[in-house]
């Protein structure tokens, strides 16, 4: 495991906001350039291909370079910067915050400013994105020139790999850094392995705000079936729900079955939970009333692409740092592994009838 995490501490730790997702891009190249044909398409989403015994069928991986991130949308007479959401927010998680603002000529940090208690009224309305702003040791506008930022500047939390009683992994970005992990060492495990079949590892861009890179990457890799590696939200939190978790840390690989963009086919899930039984991969299953993936734009491409959303749960998702445990994320790899050894045309083929 210990490769796996170097590849999880890299990816959390790299800057990669919608529209910033070169960094992660360049690691994803760095792993699979030796054994695969790289492509971009006209968004920035990488596509590595693999062939295996078979041109077909065409199985896409995607996973998202991006995380929540930032731009700068403003600048204060008094040298604070303001911001725009890239990706869902809660504004009351971000006063106090370290920022990374990445410039053309370099990083510098930024802290989101915080109203100490004293001087807060007692009745506060709810915090608005457009209300914060970022502190970046500047006075004037000058100041923020001189530093070199200005505006459509984006930024990032800045948080840092740590381990919780060994297996909860600590950072940012787990959203969608621990499926963009997953596609990495389920193509490296098969590297040397035939499969009946050609993958196409897809590293989207823009998912964030809106599914764009996806849905200009499905164009390109033009599959026959998906499957979506996420990094959802956990629901495993005392009080949330008083039904039992669909997304917990540490009880496996959670197989999406419904959100409000996507309806995954019965034989295609089915067919999956069995394949997870007979290969002793821990699992579970969830019917999401909220949120969305890249299978909102892949599913619908070329008539309908079957399309399968496997994920690890993030604890705290879309907030300045996550939970992710190291079994859920080694059960999305064996799945994704198990896949990608089974599926043959003659198996697409009961599964689309």
Same mark, same amino acid.
């Given at each position: ?26 690691? *994803? ?18 596509? =590595? ?25 403003? *600048? ?26 990445? @410039? ?41 020139? #001189? ?15 740590? @381990? ?17 992990? =997953? ?32 849905? @200009? ?30 997304? =917990? ?23 999956? *939970? ?11 299953? =969830? ?42 994320? #080694?059960?999305? *790899? ?7 050894? @089974? ?11």
């Amino acid at each position: 495991m210990s490769n796996a995490l170097d590849l999880l501490r890299r990816l959390s730790d790299s800057f990669g906001p919608p529209g910033g997702e070169a960094p992660v891009a360049r690691i *994803v190249e760095e792993y699979l350039s030796p054994f695969c044909r790289m492509d971009r398409d006209g968004l920035g989403s990488l596509v =590595a291909e693999k062939t295996g015994q078979d041109q077909s069928p065409r199985l896409m991986l995607a996973a998202h370079l991006d995380e929540v991130g930032f731009m700068v949308q403003g *600048v204060t007479a008094q040298g604070y910067l303001r911001l725009q959401a890239l990706g869902g927010w809660e504004p009351s998680l971000l006063p106090g915050r370290r920022l990374q603002i990445q @410039t053309a000529t370099g990083s510098l940090e930024g802290i989101v400013a915080a109203v100490p208690f004293h001087f807060r009224p007692e009745a506060k309305k709810d915090i608005k994105i457009e209300d914060l702003l970022v502190d970046i040791g500047a006075a004037s506008i000058s100041e923020v020139q #001189a530093l070199g930022v200005c505006l459509g500047d984006l930024a990032v939390p800045r948080s840092g790999f740590a @381990t919780l009683n060994n297996d909860y992994l600590v950072n940012k970005a787990w959203d969608d850094r621990v499926g963009v992990a =997953a596609m990495i060492l389920a193509l490296q495990r098969l590297r040397e392995q035939p499969h009946p079949n050609t993958v196409l590892a897809v590293g989207t861009v823009q998912e964030e705000v809106g599914c764009r890179g996806a849905t @200009t990457a499905v164009e390109a890799a033009k599959p026959d079936i998906a499957i979506v590696l996420e990094g959802p939200p956990a629901d495993d939190l005392p009080g949330l729900s008083q039904d039992p978790p669909q997304g =917990a840390l540490g009880k496996g690989v959670q197989i999406r079955l419904f959100d409000p963009t996507v309806i995954v086919p019965q034989k295609l899930w089915r067919w999956t *939970v069995e394949l997870a039984q007979q290969r002793h991969i821990p699992y579970q299953l =969830a019917v999401r009333r909220g949120g969305a993936t890249d299978a909102r734009a892949i599913h619908l491409a070329h008539g309908g692409v079957p399309t399968l959303v496997l994920g690890a749960p993030v604890r705290y998702a879309h907030s300045p740092v996550g939970i992710i445990h190291r079994q859920d994320f #080694a059960a999305m *790899v064996e799945l994704t592994v198990a896949i990608i050894e @089974t599926l043959d045309a003659e198996r697409l083929a009961a599964l689309s009838a």
